[in-house]
């Protein structure tokens, strides 16, 4: 029987911006709308694969069979997804500890500490490759959460977008390539037909937009849903998810619930139930958005259930398993591999990496 645990007491996160807010103060206040969305979208190949490399030893086995699963969340879109289970009755069987970056999940997770975590895809690729294999990924739980916005009418379609400047964050990350294959898939050649300005923080480039020194910037939710109330005339003017699809031919991915393989095998029931539980959790992210924006506040993930609600449904919150999530995440680790190899560990991951497909 799995033990029973409390829920860890998660910290608060200021993800509310000022409605009234303006100019550079403005920008800075919503820069805590999305932490996680930028840290998953922008997490660094080269950090990856230094956390992951850091620590040399195989994740430890559980302790004993039927020990309360630990499950690591990243504060925002993926945990969002799993607040409803950690609310219900079920949740005591389970261990939740919230992190703020993807980064301190990693040695916890490969030095046997935790069981399973929510991290960025191509993480989950890294460290399948630096453990040898020792994790593997069991759903997709978030899709694209990158948008395309404008302060103008003028981008209706990718193809508006050549001869045109793009400010957005994360060169020589998922964002990058995910903006590169877009555009060049278009017939839009990313090095000489627009100008693409890569800025350290969602912030800075929101800043520019305000400013008047840009009109076009390329952003992650939930910030996205901050931007909009504080910036007039911005407007969302592509959805980079559905523009992926239809180049690619499946989702984009950003967020995976990756697990220890041995922690899995120790008690494959208890697993699936988790899984199971996973799953209707993200069912009612989906319908019942007020009851879940109420829990993102509640435990912290957002500051004001207000700015979840609008949030909700941009965040692209899903549980994919099986042969979808193979097939999604197999085309989307291609892409990150074409681009730069070690923005999946330096191979792409084999069969036994996806679970239950």
Do not use: H
């Not at 620590?55 to 969340?73: F, K, N, W, Y």
């Not at 969602?202 to 901050?226: D, K």
């Not at 697993?271 to 009612?284: I, R, T």
């Amino acid at each position: 029987m799995v033990i029973k645990r409390i829920i860890s007491v998660f910290t608060a996160l200021a993800l509310c911006v000022s409605l009234a807010a303006c100019g550079t103060t403005a920008a800075s206040s919503a820069a805590d709308a999305a932490p996680e969305a930028a840290a998953s979208e922008t997490a660094s190949s080269e950090a990856a694969s230094s956390q992951a490399a850091a620590p040399e030893e195989t994740p430890a086995s559980p302790e004993t069979a039927g020990a309360a699963l630990r499950i690591a969340g990243l504060k925002g879109p993926t945990t969002m997804g799993l607040v409803n289970l950690m609310s219900s009755a079920d949740g005591a069987n389970y261990e939740f500890t919230m992190y703020g970056a993807a980064d301190e999940i990693v040695p916890l997770l490969v030095k046997g500490e935790l069981d399973a975590a929510a991290v960025p895809a191509n993480l989950a690729a890294t460290l399948y490759q630096k453990t040898e294999g020792a994790v593997e990924v069991a759903c997709v739980n978030t899709l694209g959460v990158l948008y395309i916005l404008e302060n103008g009418e003028t981008i209706q379609s990718v193809a508006d977008l050549k001869g045109q400047t793009i400010v957005t964050t994360g060169k020589g990350t998922t964002p990058e390539y995910v903006l590169r294959y877009v555009l060049s898939q278009n017939g839009i050649d990313p090095d000489a037909d627009v100008t693409i300005e890569y800025c350290s923080e969602a912030t800075e480039a929101l800043s520019q937009v305000q400013a008047g020194m840009a009109s076009i910037a390329m952003l992650p939710q939930p910030f996205v849903t901050s931007a909009l109330s504080q910036v007039e005339g911005l407007r969302v003017a592509l959805d980079m998810n559905e523009e992926w699809e239809a180049v690619a031919g499946s989702q984009l991915v950003t967020g995976v619930l990756v697990a220890r393989k041995d922690a899995v095998e120790a008690d494959p029931a208890a697993f699936e139930a988790f899984l199971d539980g996973y799953a209707a959790s993200v069912e009612a992210a989906n319908t019942d958005l007020e009851g879940t924006a109420a829990l993102c506040e509640q435990y912290g993930i957002v500051a004001k259930a207000a700015l979840a609600q609008k949030a909700l449904p941009a965040c692209n919150i899903v549980f994919e398993t099986g042969d979808q999530m193979k097939t999604d995440l197999v085309n989307y680790f291609q892409v990150l591999f074409d681009a730069d190899p070690a923005s999946v560990g330096g191979a792409l991951p084999a069969d036994d990496f996806y679970y239950g497909a």
